[in-house]
């Protein structure tokens, strides 16, 4: 990452707005917060700044002249600050202050209030592609369950009648899973703060419902998954992610089959996620464009194009890094980064 592209940024004062703006810019990569300050120890953004491991600053005159902080946003609601800021900041630094910090902070709330809605309209979108799939899985369970009650119709031996009872059970049950699944995912992604998310559950959870949208027909799968790989987000988010590279890499394979791999690997601090198909890969003049909005190859109806572009939002917002790697008729692998690996459940597995 280029530390030079960094803007450096003071919060002066940890109030409800101050707390907003440290959540908010938090989230942006290119924004780093060389601190925070307020002379109320107990100030909210205070504590949430520990949590984000953002300095907290003790002194005011000290923020505001060390680091290089090249942005001050001060939302102290002290008059006498402006003054004293506009006497005492380094000539490189701009001060926002007030209304103009609040400005900001509504922008960026709207900002992510845009991104959330176009998340969940090419989720819904792509649910429309589902249609077939879901069809496809509902009729199976389906054609038994009348199977078996025809022949119910029939029977007369009591324990035979148990046995297709119980088998009748448990293929509404299979059909009922498909259709809870699929309600879970096409609610709107829930707000909650970061989590720690185990990344192989959510890897099969998204293998799940990849399959109502694409056919895996002629295509081996292999998983090679490091016990105990987890990150920090929002779970909802990352599955949306995870459905969108698997969906991708499965059509890449569509009408010639393939191998599709899913790793998850655990290395120097970070957890590594591996998608690779060995589909028709990605035109080298066209890398850069796919992560474009409406950038796609596909059939009116098959793709939006704005799946990648999400991808990328959500996996900024993590902290995490997207790479690729393709080959023309050689196959694709998207790898994702993140920071702040921590182990779970590992105590199990010795
Ligand atoms: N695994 C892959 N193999 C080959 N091409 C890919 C792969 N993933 C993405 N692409 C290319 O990137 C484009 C954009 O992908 P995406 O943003 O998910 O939109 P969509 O899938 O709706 O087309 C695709 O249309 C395709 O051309
Ligand atoms: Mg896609």
């Known amino acids: 990452m280029e530390r030079s592209d960094h803007t450096k940024v003071a919060i002066l004062g940890a109030g409800r707005g101050g707390r907003a703006l440290l959540d908010l810019l938090h989230q942006i990569p290119s924004i780093e917060i060389v601190g925070i300050a307020d002379r109320n120890p107990a100030a909210p953004g205070l504590e949430r700044a520990r949590e984000l491991q953002v300095p907290v600053a003790t002194n005011v005159p000290d923020l505001v002249s060390n680091h290089g902080v090249s942005l001050i946003l001060d939302v102290t609601g002290d008059p006498e600050m402006e003054t004293y800021l506009h006497a005492h900041k380094p000539p490189t630094a701009n001060v926002l202050s ?87 995912y096409s609610r709107r992604a ?17 293998l799940k419902i990849a399959r109502y949208a694409s056919s895996f027909h002629d ?50 601090g970070q957890v590594e996620i591996r998608i690779s198909d060995t589909g028709c890969g990605i035109d080298p003049d066209k890398l850069d464009e796919i992560f474009e909005p409406f950038f796609t190859t596909k059939a009116p109806g098959k793709g939006t194009g ?13 902290h995490g890094t997207i790479a690729v790697d393709s080959r023309i008729d050689g196959g694709t692998t998207f790898t994702l980064t993140f920071p702040d690996a921590e182990l779970v459940g590992q105590g199990s597995l010795s």
């Open 98 to 184: 007030g209304s103009a910090s609040r400005l900001l902070w509504k922008l960026i709330q709207h900002e992510s209030k845009l991104e959330a809605e176009l998340l969940q309209s090419e989720k819904l979108a792509g649910i429309g592609s589902f249609a077939a799939g879901i069809a496809h899985d509902i009729n199976n369970p389906l054609q038994l369950i009348l199977g078996l009650a025809e022949n119910l119709a029939e029977e007369r031996d009591l324990n035979a009648v148990h046995q297709q009872a119980q088998d009748i059970i448990e293929a509404v049950k299979r059909t009922s899973a498909i259709c809870r699944d699929l309600t879970r």
């Open 190 to 206: 829930s707000p909650h703060d970061d989590v720690l998310v185990p990344v192989n559950e959510k890897l099969d959870e998204a």
């Open 219 to 268: 295509i081996e799968m292999i998983k090679q998954y490091q016990p105990g790989a987890a990150v920090k987000g929002n779970p909802d988010e990352l599955l949306h992610v995870l459905v969108n590279l698997i969906t991708n890499a499965v059509h890449a394979m569509e009408g010639r089959g393939g191998t599709l791999t899913i790793e998850t690997l655990l290395h120097d």
């Open 306 to 318: 704005l799946g990648l572009y999400n991808v990328k939002t959500i996996v900024n917002k993590m």
